[in-house]
């Protein structure tokens, strides 16, 4: 062995020259675990489906006492889908039109803002669509092509899609990780619980706001709360996995390997 | 079919299509992050130990650089390269500060340090540049931007790639040096992370088109000086010159090794004006290589495949901004289905970092391979981006457009603001 050999043998190497070292039948088997845990929950999605719109109905009943709530179904690919069925309201045109007003303001204000300006701006979007949303309801609100079932279908069948989607990318982003595969299996397992759980919270929230608030406020949830939101707590599980990793593989010189 | 239907199938067709080539793009940077993490590394020339190194010329573009003259003519004055047989050219572009002054100053102290002052002609980095390869005397011309803080290897580093005949124009690394400042620049340094360590090293790796920057990079003087200079009416000429390179047959080496630290912006008004810029420049390349890219007889199927990919990402922004009005008009006509909810999921998820066109897992990639422990842990903040980047790329995108159109021959250069106290870096 050269000199040179053997210093590497003993030194993380530089950034440039790093590169993990991973087993392949190790990697195949995490590919595996990771995809057969990703079917498992699949085939569950209509039991959770049903428990989870089943504590939704509940609570709403709760808080709701005397409106009625019902779960109705509906197929959507291989899935049927369960959603609350209950009555909202149309926004009256004081409401729309103070919606409007302070919707705009404060898009403006978000746009204006210096701080911040990536978080201030996607703010300043939302309260525009929001503002739009409050317009068309004052030029054209009995066009509007939602009713409160129909927008509870809509919002449950896209999460799933979302949640199915979501899964399926962190099994390929988690899987190659050098780790151990039960740590793997941990983290994913949290991610996906937690999106489909937090799913099911956010669907209550957006029902109690459209039932309460009137079906002004659709637009900007079905956009902003109901598929992006779930992005970025699945990232955040993600981030905090990978600064671990990250933490864990810079005491350990022989997890690492130099470019050749 | 009804006029109202017709209408409905062109809203979902352009959702549609703009998934598809979202997942495309998708697809080639889980490739190119699972490539790095695991894949076989092709290495840069850097290596080499040779002593018949090739004369070189560092330019040094300047225009009102007071700030941070001192600190890169120092730096650049310390090299290691052989000093005859390397000069250094700060080209002051018509400063109205103190930048001529700090010059002649390192001028009368080191005779390698020949400035060009530019007080007549058209202004801009082009231009100025341009003017410098008339007199640089280097076989290779090496450029840094003045707010640059270029260690003492780099020149040798970059310069020894140049050995190999085939070899046209050598890109760096590039490090924030700032980036602790805010909340911006640790975004900004993520999405360099991704993007050098791991994009630009991948297309290295897999013999795509792994990208000259037009700064921590230099290529061959007699290539460019052939085909006509840099065009002075293209906002991006390092990405002209990539390009060109490619069409020409040479290719462009990758130098991750080679780092160089940078300033990055550190206010959300600076960093939008320099998207504005790069997105403008980026797409007035577009619209001249597309279709030279698609014939050129010099690339590989991947390769051109890759450059076209590479040549449309400051579109894409525009054609997902476009894709969000069509989602909310099909919300507003009661005519979304799941396809539109993957739409406006793949965005944030797919293309959240935009500076470098780095989705958030090879961002993460990176992170972790430059043992970025607690930085990778503002992956979540990368999504506020996406709504940022897609105006002001957009607006990029309409002002080349509008550059294309009316023939616009004078293009003024917006310089990046500087942050940096006077002699901080010292």
């Not at chain 1, 999460?159 to 962190?170: E, R």
């Not at chain 2, 600190?71 to 080209?91: G, Q």
Request: hydrophobic share 50%.
């Amino acid at each position: 062995m050269r000199r040179e050999d053997d210093i590497k043998e003993k030194i993380i190497p530089h950034r440039a020259y790093r590169i993990i070292k991973l087993d392949k039948f190790e990697l195949i088997g995490s590919f595996t675990v990771i995809f057969l845990i990703f079917m498992v929950v699949i085939s569950f999605f209509p039991y959770i489906l049903e428990n989870g719109i089943g504590y939704c109905k509940q609570f709403l009943d709760t808080i709701y006492v005397d409106a009625v709530f019902d779960i109705s179904r509906k197929d959507l690919f291989v899935f049927s889908i369960p959603y609350i069925e209950t009555y909202g309201k149309y926004p009256t045109i004081d409401f729309a039109i103070l919606t409007l007003i302070v919707s705009l303001v404060l898009s403006i204000i978000f746009f204006k803002t210096k701080y911040l300006k990536n978080i201030f701006l996607t703010l300043s979007v939302l309260t525009f669509i929001n503002a739009l949303s409050a317009l068309y309801f004052i030029l054209f609100a009995e066009y509007f092509p939602y009713s409160l079932p129909t927008f509870s279908y809509l919002f449950i069948s896209t999460a799933v899609i979302n949640w199915i989607v979501l899964m399926f990318v962190f099994g390929l982003l988690v899987s190659p990780l050098p780790t151990n595969i039960l740590l793997k299996i941990f983290v994913y397992l949290l991610i996906s619980l937690s999106v489909i759980v937090l799913g099911f919270l956010k669907y209550l929230l957006v029902i109690i706001v459209v039932k309460e608030y009137s079906f002004i406020f659709m637009p900007v949830l079905f956009l902003g709360f109901g598929i992006i939101v779930d992005y970025i707590y699945a990232v955040m599980f993600y981030g905090y996995f990978m600064s671990f990793i990250t933490k864990s593989l810079l005491k350990k010189r022989e997890e690492w390997r130099w470019v050749e | 079919m009804a006029m109202g239907g017709i209408m409905i199938l062109v809203l979902k067709g352009y959702i549609i299509s703009v998934s598809l080539l979202c997942i495309l793009y998708a697809l080639r940077h889980l490739i190119f992050a699972y490539d790095r993490f695991m894949g076989k590394q092709k290495i840069f020339y850097g290596d080499i130990i040779d002593d018949q190194l090739p004369t070189v010329s560092v330019l040094v573009p300047m225009h009102n650089e007071e700030k941070v003259a001192s600190n890169i003519l120092s730096l650049l004055s310390k090299t290691d390269y052989p000093k005859n047989k390397y000069e250094v050219i700060p080209i002051n572009d018509h400063s109205e500060d103190k930048t001529k002054e700090i010059i002649d100053e390192f001028a009368k102290r080191y005779d390698f340090i020949k400035p060009l002052h530019r007080y007549g002609g058209k202004r801009g980095k082009p231009a100025g540049l341009n003017d410098a390869l008339k007199i640089a005397q280097g076989e290779i011309v090496l450029i840094f931007d003045a707010d640059y803080l270029p260690p003492k290897g780099i020149v040798r580093e970059l310069a020894v790639n140049f050995k190999d005949p085939l070899v046209g124009a050598v890109m760096g690394r590039v490090i924030p040096v700032n980036a602790d400042k805010n909340l911006l620049t640790k975004l900004l340094d993520l999405e360099r992370c991704g993007g050098y360590q791991v994009n630009q090293q991948s297309r290295y790796n897999l013999n795509l088109i792994p990208q000259y920057g037009g700064t921590v990079g230099g290529f061959r003087r007699d290539i460019v000086l052939e085909t006509g200079g840099f065009n002075e009416n293209v906002l991006a000429e390092d990405t002209e010159l990539t390009y060109r390179m490619y069409v020409s047959g040479y290719k462009v080496v990758y130098a991750n090794r080679a780092e160089c630290w940078e300033e990055a912006p550190e206010n959300w008004n600076v960093r939008a004006r320099q998207v504005k810029r790069w997105s403008r420049g980026h797409n007035q390349v577009m619209f001249k290589y597309f279709f030279k890219v698609l014939k050129s007889p010099h690339l590989t199927f991947f390769q051109k495949f890759d450059g076209l990919l590479l040549l449309m990402v400051y579109l894409i922004p525009f054609l997902l901004l476009l894709g969000l009005f069509d989602f909310l008009i099909l919300f507003f006509l009661g005519d979304i289905n799941f396809i539109a909810p993957v739409y406006v999921m793949l965005i944030p998820l797919l293309f959240s970092g935009f500076g470098n066109f780095a989705p958030f897992y090879e961002i993460a990639v990176g992170a972790v391979i430059d043992g970025l422990e607690k930085r990778v842990r503002l992956l979540p903040f990368l999504i506020f981006n996406f709504v940022f980047y897609s105006i002001y790329i957009s607006l990029g995108f309409w002002q080349a457009i509008l550059d294309s159109i009316k023939g616009k021959k004078e293009i003024h250069w917006d310089k990046t603001e500087r942050f940096r106290d006077k002699g901080a870096a010292d």
